[in-house]
Nanobody, 115 residues
Framework: QVRLVESGGGLAQPGGSLRLSCTAA????????MDWYRQTPGKQREWVAG???????TYLDSVKGRFTISKENNRNLLYLEMDALKPEDTAVYYC?????????WGQGTQVTVSS
């Protein structure tokens, strides 16, 4: 059974940093394509960053150069390092994995960027 659990969210000031973690069970993170999404109230969930099994990374244009997605294979963890945070980054952030035809999500972790 696949289970994803996010952690690391919280309150940060504009320009600050946070690191989100996603603990995975039932999959091997190191050989999986995985993503981070985010959602704000009243809006659709938005893809933020992805990392392929081979290590190729892709990013939403608005977070390029500020966010970094990575894996720690020996601990089966997915990360999202977020630097130079902006108020518009405020959202619930979700870890995502797809094993066709199913999709798996964590419960989300709240990130609030405010002075």
């Amino acid at each position: 059974q696949v289970r994803l659990v996010e952690s690391g969210g919280g309150l940060a000031q504009p320009g600050g940093s946070l690191r989100l973690s996603c603990t995975a069970a039932g999959i091997i993170v190191g050989i999986s394509d995985m993503d981070w999404y985010r959602q704000t109230p009243g809006k659709q969930r938005e893809w933020v960053a992805g990392i392929q099994a081979a290590g190729t990374t892709t990013y939403l244009d608005s977070v390029k150069g500020r966010f970094t997605i990575s894996k720690e294979n020996n601990r089966n963890l997915l990360y999202l390092e977020m630097d130079a945070l902006k108020p518009e980054d405020t959202a619930v952030y979700y870890c995502h994995y797809r094993r066709y035809p199913n999709e798996y999500w964590g419960q989300g972790t709240q990130v609030t960027v405010s002075s």
